[in-house]
């Protein structure tokens, strides 16, 4: 998300940050204020941000880096007329009062001239110490210091107030309100773009995006969810209200005049002008554990089910695959996207099976990033950001199924089975511990 970001706002990770890959502070190179705080406008990852005045492996390599800090820029915010504050931070390890007032009183060879105000200080700067990852061996001494100006804090408290607890419209697959914004920043979604996604349920993917401007639509197979109809999906409600669908949900949120339509229309049939549409297309498809993967068929085909939802609406559908799904989503993203244009997606994986090697890919597209959320002790569904990099012909439709390095996903069909299978194993275990 940071990477991204920092792609969108201007920035880049410092040099030094190779060392501290598995720290919770990171170094960023960022050319001003207002891009650090355009950046903590959007991340939801990130909790605050500030000016580095110094750091170090020990207290006496920050005291020393803290001295080292040219003057002229300490002073703005040292003057005799101006409040301040020092707190601290620690990760992985709680210190007394005592000790933090001991650490706070050793910077009184700053240049301090202001007045200490504790409620309402103009500037507030921070001891941060990092006492490693290992809450079993937490050293006596941090193994990283830093000292600076905190200039922002990030967007964490958009996770409570776009919670889908508290959403008007919810369904069986409603996005994580945290994982929603990720996605969007992800997508380095912008005001005035046009997102897009193609099952898009209660288009809780919608939101996210709006929020930060974008104008969004969707479509979907289920004619039921799009319209608002049908069963509910909230614990002690049986049916959905008059007013339960996308666009309440928007609405909710002040959003509404983001809200472009939701169509009822199946993903893997064409149904827009040929010709670039979208600035991102981010989604979230089905892959059989709680939504079965669909698309229309017709009577001549094997038919798998027909359904019938409210006011006589009729459809036939057949089992879509999940290879062909994410075949037909990449081949949708590298025509329909602008150049530059990012698909967003979440790809199931069985993880005994795992390697990158099986991530579809299409001539068109670039991966960008990878990132895996654990579903259980053998899946989990990795987040695939792509950027499309190369003009869509005719000739690209079809090109990357006859290239054997596109072709590995298709062994992942079975991959509600592979997630059950985890279940009924457990199941069987509780059964015979039991009988024990």
Not at 98 to 110: C, T
Not at 122 to 129: A, K
Not at 233 to 261: F, M, T, V
Request: glycine share 6%.
């Amino acid at each position: 998300e940071i990477t991204s970001l920092l792609s969108l706002c201007g920035g880049q990770f410092s040099g030094e940050q190779e060392i501290h890959v598995n720290s919770p502070f990171w170094i960023l190179n960022i050319p001003s204020e207002e891009m650090a705080r355009g950046l903590m406008k959007r991340t939801v990852c990130a909790k605050s941000i500030f000016e580095l005045w110094g750091h170090g492996r020990s207290a006496g390599e920050l005291y020393a880096s803290l001295k080292n800090y040219p003057t002229d820029k300490m002073l703005p915010y040292l003057q005799s007329d101006s409040t301040y504050k020092i707190r601290i931070h620690t990760f992985n390890k709680t210190l007394t009062q005592a000790q933090k007032i001991k650490k706070i009183d050793a910077l009184e060879f700053l240049p301090f001239k202001g007045k200490v105000n504790l409620k309402t200080p103009e500037h507030i700067f921070w001891i941060l110490e990092d006492y490693g990852m290992n809450p079993n061996d937490v050293p006596e001494e941090p193994v990283h210091l830093y000292f600076g100006r905190w200039i922002a804090d990030g967007q964490r408290e958009l996770i409570e107030s776009y919670s889908v607890k508290k959403r008007h419209f919810i369904g069986n697959t409603s996005m994580d309100a945290c994982l929603s914004f990720i996605m969007a920043n992800h997508a380095r979604v912008k005001p005035n773009d046009i997102v897009y996604d193609p099952f898009v349920g209660t288009g809780g993917l919608l939101i996210s995006s709006a929020h930060f401007g974008a104008y969004v639509c969707g479509t979907d197979i289920d004619y039921n969810t799009i319209h608002g109809l049908g069963k509910a999906s909230r614990k002690n409600q049986k049916w959905r209200g008059p007013d339960e669908n996308i666009r309440a949900n928007l609405r909710q949120y002040g959003l509404e005049k983001y809200y472009l339509d939701a169509l009822v229309a199946d993903s893997s049939r064409p149904i827009w002008r040929k010709g670039m549409l979208f600035d991102a297309i981010i989604t979230d498809p089905p892959y059989g554990i709680r939504e079965a993967p669909r698309r229309t068929g017709s009577p001549k085909e094997t038919v798998k089910s027909v359904e019938r939802s409210t006011e006589n609406h009729f459809f036939v559908s057949s089992s879509y695959h999940l290879s062909d799904i994410f075949f037909d989503l990449l081949k949708f993203g590298a025509e329909y996207l602008v150049m530059g244009g990012r698909l967003v997606y979440w790809l199931p994986i069985y993880r005994p099976e795992y390697t990158e090697e099986i991530i579809p890919r299409h001539p068109c597209l670039k991966l960008i990033s990878n990132c895996e959320q654990m579903l259980s002790s053998h899946t989990s569904r990795r987040l695939i950001t792509m950027e499309k990099v190369k003009e869509f012909k005719d000739q690209d439709e079809n090109s990357y199924l006859l290239d054997g390095q596109y072709l590995p996903y298709r062994g992942h069909n079975s991959f509600r089975e592979k997630y059950f299978s985890g279940v009924t194993k457990r199941i069987a275990k509780e059964e015979k511990d039991n009988q024990k």
